[in-house]
């Protein structure tokens, strides 16, 4: 049986159990019939605030059903600008 989804709003999980997030948009390919990349947000505020977002290929689906979307762990990466801004100590006073 062909179970049709949508991802959108979906939580997405590594294969790990890490949480990335929520999806909010997908790229189709340039005929519209097939999911290229997930646009996933993150939960981390500094993200959010620029309503940046991952972009995980479709070849890192693992699985995906109703409840969540999984993908391999190993290579999602944060962009450097959002790694310098979670990894800089505030100064204090």
Same mark, same amino acid.
């Given at each position: ?11 997405? $999980? ?29 939960? $981390?505020?500094?993200? &959010?605030?620029? &309503?940046?977002?991952?972009l995980i290929s479709a070849q890192q689906v693992v699985? $995906?059903?109703?409840? &969540?979307?999984?993908? &391999? ?21």
């Amino acid at each position: 049986m062909n179970q049709n989804y949508s991802p959108l709003n979906l939580p997405v $999980f590594t294969t790990t159990e890490h949480y990335l997030g929520r999806v909010v948009d997908v790229e189709l390919n340039n005929t519209g019939e097939t999911v290229v990349n997930y646009c996933v947000l993150p939960p $981390f505020s500094v993200m &959010r605030l620029w &309503r940046k977002c991952l972009l995980i290929s479709a070849q890192q689906v693992v699985s $995906f059903n109703k409840e &969540r979307l999984v993908v &391999r762990g190993s290579e999602i990466k944060l962009p450097n600008t959002i790694k310098t801004e979670l990894t800089t100590e505030l100064p204090v006073g």
